[in-house]
């Protein structure tokens, strides 16, 4: 499972058609919505819209694109809670960006590559998230590694598995 | 400077877009949580996901529908969903009555005393979940065109869920009460102590404000106060499950709610409430001193004497003990004492008159043997003990059994044979 830095030349740009660009991003935020009904369990620990972030800003390897499909993804999913907007947008803006970034430097295609990038990725979000949600909501929240570490786990397994699934939308530029 | 943003192009727009979410961020906390300030923009995010998760519910129940009402056991599913909506009501209505049960007493004390009961109720499925782990919400298929409003009180049989935070034309949200952000008036039932429910980070469900120096057992149930003016005084709201010292002088108390939070399938929007006086049975008059009484603390009774005077009634014990100071007097002063019932009633009365020719160890006799006699009936010993104070020698009021009994003035309907 090794991270190689590849060059520039090396590494692929993918697009996405735009049924799969709006809809894939929809079906995350929608199962996000409906699984805790029949699992409850579910929303705690896994973030679908999170992974389909992260895989998306990796295909396309551009900090822009990755952090403006970070930022509409994570404010689609503030507007179904009910704190105030931008918390998940800020926090997602941020790791599209990071994801982007490092796909651009990384070749992350490989299974061992991406269940590390996405437990890492999974901790930042939860950092920035912890940290505007405390700093500028006021929320009462409590940092726990133990928490943070087995959620960024059954994301990262969840996002291997995911991952491999939207791979086949992927187009070569 | 051109060059500069041209090079750290990428990081200039990041910092940006950042920038701007942080701004449009700190507007809505400024402006406040408002419930009703809803924003159009949520509308379109709500109205686009929850047609979806609607028309899941709607095949979801349909298939299971169509599998129990006609492959399976047709017709016992309907009949059951009109039971369990029956035993609802019902349980609604047990704990109605039963609270009120438990406050008739305190009722009977407070004049105009209001109480809230639920008029009308809307059922409503869950439909989906706010889909984050902080935040403890659920959408419901009913909105402000079902007669939904913010700050409506969600409840199921089992005890109470939340309350509405917003409503959308067909949908609404719910904020449970295991939210951070959400807060219910609640006391115990066996002690009437007063707190706030309040929900935690990782969903548990805590009960705030109780002083350190009160004693909370596991196990006592929790009961909606109606301090909200959210949830109806009285409603389930769960069972004490762990007790220990907190923050400051207060007490850090678990609580388990009573409606099974993670598996909400139906729900019922409190839509209409109703406040009016509560029915006060009519055992008689009640004085001020006997109010001021069931406040104060008092001595216990003295165990009850055998034989005959155990089995007194209030107003004989007091004819009993009137008889006495007649008997070893020299005879009665007053109009009333002489005329044999109504004097008891002189001397329940207290006037001091009447007991003005007895010597205070006769009186001490009276006083004990209408303690002993009339202790079956709280106006016997009353009455009785009334009448003391005018000759006895004086003692502190909070030294003396039932205090504020003995320094009654005169009880008019506790004995039989008052006239009044």
């Keep these: ?173 | 400077m051109e060059s500069v943003l041209g090079r750290y192009r990428n990081l200039t727009i990041l910092v940006g877009v950042l920038f701007l979410q942080a701004l449009g961020l700190a507007v809505q906390v400024k402006r406040g949580a408002e419930a009703g300030n809803t924003r159009l923009i949520r509308i379109w995010a709500v109205d686009t996901i929850t047609p979806f998760e609607r028309a899941l519910v709607w095949a979801q129940n349909g298939t299971g529908d169509l599998w129990h009402s006609y492959f399976f056991l047709r017709g016992v599913r309907a009949e059951n969903r009109q039971l369990k909506e029956q035993i609802e009501r019902m349980r609604l209505e047990q704990v109605r009555l039963s609270e009120d049960a438990e406050q008739a007493h305190r009722l009977q004390q407070l004049l105009a005393f209001k109480e809230q009961v639920i008029v009308k109720t809307v059922p409503a499925q869950v439909i989906g979940s706010s889909g984050t782990d902080l935040s403890r919400s659920i959408y419901i298929d009913k909105g402000s065109n079902g007669g939904i409003k913010p700050d409506m009180a969600v409840i199921t049989a089992g005890g109470i869920v939340g309350k509405v935070w917003v409503a959308y034309p067909s949908t609404s949200l719910v904020l449970l009460i295991n939210d951070q952000t959400s807060g219910v008036g609640v006391m115990l039932e066996k002690s009437r102590l007063q707190g706030v429910l309040k929900g935690t980070p990782d969903g548990a469900v805590n009960l705030e404000r109780v002083m350190s120096d009160e004693k909370v057992e596991p196990g006592e149930a929790v009961l909606s106060s109606g301090g909200d003016q959210i949830f109806p005084k009285g409603m389930p709201v769960g069972t004490v499950t762990k007790v220990g010292p907190g923050r400051e002088m207060f007490l850090k108390i678990e609580v388990k709610p009573a409606a099974d939070l993670s598996r909400l399938e139906e729900v019922l929007v409190v839509t209409e409430k109703q406040e009016r006086n509560a029915v006060v049975q009519s055992t008689g008059r009640v004085r001020a001193a006997d109010i001021l009484a069931a406040r104060l603390p008092s001595v216990p009774d003295k165990p009850a004497a055998p034989a005959p005077a155990a089995g007194t009634t209030a107003g004989e014990a007091t004819a009993t003990a009137a008889g006495q100071v007649a008997k070893v007097g020299t005879k009665p002063q007053t109009p009333g004492a002489s005329s044999g019932g109504p004097g008891s009633t002189s001397a329940a009365r207290g006037v001091p008159g009447a007991g003005q020719p007895a010597t205070g160890e006769v009186l001490k006799k009276v006083v004990q043997k209408t303690a002993s006699g009339g202790s079956a009936a709280n106006g016997g010993s009353g009455n009785a003990a009334g009448s003391t104070p005018a000759s006895l020698p004086a003692k502190p009021a909070a030294a003396r059994p039932k205090p504020a009994t003995a320094d009654s003035t005169p009880q008019p309907a506790a004995s039989a044979d008052n006239p009044h």
């Design chain 1, 1 to 173: 499972m090794p991270i190689t830095y590849t060059s520039g030349e090396q590494i692929e740009v993918y697009r996405f058609s735009m049924p799969v660009t709006v809809g894939v991003p929809f079906l995350a935020l929608f199962l996000q919505s409906f699984v805790p009904r029949i699992f409850p369990g579910f929303a705690i620990y896994f973030d679908l819209p999170l992974l389909v972030t992260i895989f998306f800003a990796m295909a396309r390897r551009n900090p822009i694109s990755g952090l403006f499909t970070g930022a509409a993804i994570g404010l689609a999913q503030d507007m179904l809670g009910p704190y105030p907007i931008g918390i998940y947008g800020i926090a997602k803006t941020v790791v599209g960006y990071l994801a982007s970034s490092l796909g651009a430097k990384l070749d992350v295609e490989n299974a061992g590559a991406r269940f590390l990038v996405t437990l890492g990725f999974y901790l930042v979000h939860a950092a920035v998230y912890f940290t505007v949600a405390r700093g500028m909501v006021n929320l009462t929240l409590h940092w726990s590694w133990k928490y943070g570490i087995l959620a960024g786990l059954a994301n990262a397994v969840l996002g291997v598995g995911l991952y491999f699934v939207l791979d086949k939308f992927k187009q070569r530029t």
